[in-house]
Structures are given as C-alpha cells and as structure tokens.
C-alpha cells in the first residue's frame, strides 16, 4: 500500500470510529431522557443500542414514544 492511500484508509477507520462513538453517546443520552412509561418501544430500542453496535443508527433516531 502507497503512503497516500494508508493515510486515507486510516482517516476512513477514524471517522468511521468517530460517528460511531458520537452515536453510542447521543444514544445513551437519548435514552435517560425517556420517560419509561408504555409503550416502552423507545427504551427498549434505545438499551439495546447500549449493549450492541446498533447504537451506530439509533443514536441518531428520532423514536416517538406515544
């Protein structure tokens, strides 16, 4: 591999990285702000968003809990 292309492909893996993590948190912080009445539709995606790399999408959900 050139010295170009390792530089992008490590770029690539960092913002890759970066989206995921601002997404575990976004998620996480969606979840305490829920108000854990039924339906529990939004807590339970949201937990399992914690415990799995779906966080990756459902951090950045908006999930209406009615």
Do not use: H
């Amino acid at each position: 591999m050139k010295k170009g292309q390792a530089e992008y492909f490590m770029l690539v893996i960092l913002l890759f990285w970066a989206i995921a993590g601002i997404g575990w948190i976004l998620n996480i912080v969606k979840l305490v702000k829920c108000d854990f009445k039924a339906p529990y539709k939004a807590e339970f995606i949201r937990v399992v968003g914690v415990v799995s790399p779906i966080s990756i999408i459902t951090g950045y959900m908006k999930i209406e809990d009615k």
